[in-house]
């Protein structure tokens, strides 16, 4: 009996987002300046990866949606909203992965910290970040279904950021 076919999974957090304004809620701030600039350059970033995404998971919050439309069209794959992940726990962001499709080889995450800081930290078997920073990347390997995807059940492939991949 072989090994489970490899599945991967991007966690990627939304990009810089703005302040907001008076009577604006959280949830409704949007990219910044440089949140769209880095979401540009990780569009094309995104398309160049050898494991791309077939399935994207996203917070509702405007910031997470915008970002995620970069990473659709870096990955040529449809975002899927989730409420849930809104400044969800790690455990609600892996409650939300173990949902998805079987047919499904890459996912992604976009949502907010702490929760993705915990959940990069918490998939494999050491943490590798203090903070996983706006548009920041983290690719695991994982083999298994979906459905029994626990903490400490991935390896870390790579973890990026827009200072990491900038020319």
């Keep these: 009996m072989g090994l489970a076919q490899a599945r991967y999974i991007w966690v990627i957090r939304h990009g810089k987002s703005a302040v907001g304004s008076p009577g604006m809620s959280d949830h409704e701030r949007p990219l910044n300046h440089r949140g769209e600039a880095n979401g540009a ?88 970040t203090d903070n996983l920073v706006t548009f920041g990347s983290a690719l695991f390997r994982y083999r298994g279904a979906w459905v029994d995807l626990s903490f400490a059940a991935a390896q870390l492939v790579s973890l990026h950021t827009p200072k990491t991949i900038q020319p």
């Design 41 to 128: 350059m990780m569009r094309t970033w995104y398309a160049q990866q050898a494991h791309t995404a077939q399935w994207i998971w996203c917070s509702t919050a405007v910031r997470a949606q915008q970002t995620a439309q970069f990473i659709a069209a870096g990955f040529n794959a449809p975002v899927v909203d989730a409420a849930e992940l809104y400044l969800a726990s790690a455990e609600r962001l892996l409650g939300c992965l173990q949902q998805t499709p079987p047919d499904i080889e890459c996912v992604a995450v976009v949502a907010h910290n702490p929760g993705l800081t915990y959940l990069v930290n918490s998939l494999g078997d050491d943490p590798v």
